[in-house]
């Protein structure tokens, strides 16, 4: 195990934007069509920024990538019409959805004084990044859904910074679509994969029905119409990177193994790690009697292969749900990690088909929000870095990350999903991130 906590010696990339323009689809937009947004879709009315940095190939310059992928953000919108429209509220019943207009997608060229092995370590998230796509959003007033800025480095590298809105794609859906941009970008390839957008499959029944409790849920605040998941505020907090190795993750698995556990208990990478952050999460809390706080985490469960019908691999939409593990603290202190892994490992299979469909009918309902103490979003085996383009996969790819104690991020190393290390990004105020630390390293002795 290892912890990242350095501050980035470069803290300004000094970019400068060369060129922003509105890029649209080749062909004629039927105005009178809308994207339905499920109930799913309804609370993720924000952009989400990835990075995307590429080494020097000598095959191609930056400005050769520049001219393949603004055509490809033109050749993809045959089958993405939506990017080019906006998000707004339908008139009669107020739901958002997407109106489909011909206002396009926006596309940012820039460029940095720096080569890209000066700018730091790729895996720790400099705030200076933000530099990498941020600059391009501010170019456009109207808010578009999809916002490309490719920024060359001075060795030829370049970075692919991509913001799109959150209801558009959950991490699943934007995969295949940077892989169908990416195939757009070679001169003779078809799709990758034709995306679904019937999202309606996800609608709510009529009238809706809600079988389940759903603590996991909370409901709208009144007068919060149209707020979404991560509204919040700003506090001082410490930052961390904790890097497990695929040695320490098999040495949680070995410990795990020697408690016996219910059968259908899965030791999985992603819940092993999970047991161990909510453990050390919820200990290192610095509240009045901690012991006997009930702690709630939530993390990602993919609906699709969950529904009856399975939803197809290629559904474009949020396909996402929190499940939820409930304990009190004292039982976190003092289980061992295999039952912790039990909690996590049945909070993902109590998300059936009927669960789901009775969660989607309770947004229809309260129009409410995830509800738990933190939230684990996991990043780790999306496999960003895996998507071809012309000049190559991507060195890494990364969220643009953007400080929450609430929420606990896991990112894959140089390499992805084959390095098999897990980065854990945590944000804490500084008295329990010392604790945190503390556990967090004690644990897995």
Not at 28 to 36: A, C, H, Q, R, V
Not at 87 to 105: F, I, N, S, W
Not at 185 to 212: G, Y
Not at 251 to 261: N, P, R
Request: aromatic share 12%.
């Amino acid at each position: 195990m290892g912890i990242l906590s350095h501050e980035p010696t470069i803290q300004d990339l000094n970019v400068s934007v060369h060129d922003s323009s509105l890029v649209f689809p080749s062909f004629e937009i039927d105005e009178t069509k809308s994207l339905f947004f499920s109930n799913i879709d309804q609370v993720l009315n924000f952009h989400v920024q990835t990075l995307h940095f590429f080494p020097p190939n000598p095959d191609f310059t930056p400005e050769s990538a520049v001219d393949r992928l603004k055509n490809a953000l033109q050749k993809v919108m045959l089958e993405y019409e939506f990017l080019a429209g906006r998000v707004k509220p339908d008139p009669e019943t107020g739901r958002l959805e997407v109106q489909y207009k011909p206002y396009g997608a926006g596309f940012v060229v820039a460029s940095t004084e720096f080569s890209l092995d000066e700018i730091g370590d790729l895996v720790y998230p400099n705030p200076a990044f933000m530099q990498l796509i941020i600059p391009g959003l501010s170019k456009f007033d109207d808010n578009p859904l999809c916002v490309l800025q490719v920024t060359s480095f001075k060795c030829g590298g370049f970075c692919l910074g991509v913001s799109t809105n959150h209801a558009l794609f959950d991490g699943m859906s934007f995969k295949v679509f940077l892989q169908n941009l990416g195939s757009q970008a070679f001169d003779d390839k078809p799709f990758h994969l034709i995306p679904c957008h019937d999202r309606r499959l996800l609608a709510a029944r009529s009238p809706p029905q809600v079988t389940f409790e759903h603590p996991e849920l909370l409901k709208q605040p009144e007068g919060a119409e149209n707020a979404t998941v991560f509204d919040c505020n700003q506090e001082e907090l410490d930052f961390k990177i904790f890097r497990l190795s695929s040695d320490d993750i098999n040495q949680m698995k070995e410990t795990a193994k020697s408690t016996e556990t219910k059968p259908n208990t899965k030791l999985t990478g992603f819940n092993l790690i999970t047991a161990h952050v909510w453990r050390c999460k919820a200990l290192s809390r610095d509240v009045e009697n901690n012991r006997e706080r009930e702690s709630v985490v939530l993390y990602a469960v993919d609906i699709k292969p969950r529904m009856k019908p399975p939803l197809a691999v290629s559904y474009c939409g949020n396909a996402v749900l929190s499940a939820y593990a409930a304990a009190k603290c004292w039982e976190l202190e003092e289980e061992p990690l295999a039952k912790l892994v039990e909690r996590i490992s049945e909070g993902a299979a109590r998300i059936t088909d009927e669960y789901a469909r009775s969660a989607i009918d309770w947004g229809e309902i309260y129009r409410g929000f995830p509800n738990g103490e933190f939230l684990i979003s996991s990043w780790w085996r999306l496999g960003f870095d895996e998507v071809e383009y012309p000049w190559g996969k991507p060195k890494y790819s990364c969220p643009v990350v953007y400080r929450r104690s609430d929420i606990i991020l896991l990112f894959p190393d140089i390499g992805g999903a084959t390095s098999q290390g897990v980065n854990v990004l945590v944000a804490l105020p500084p008295k329990e991130m010392i604790k945190f630390q503390s556990l967090f390293s004690k644990l897995l002795e």
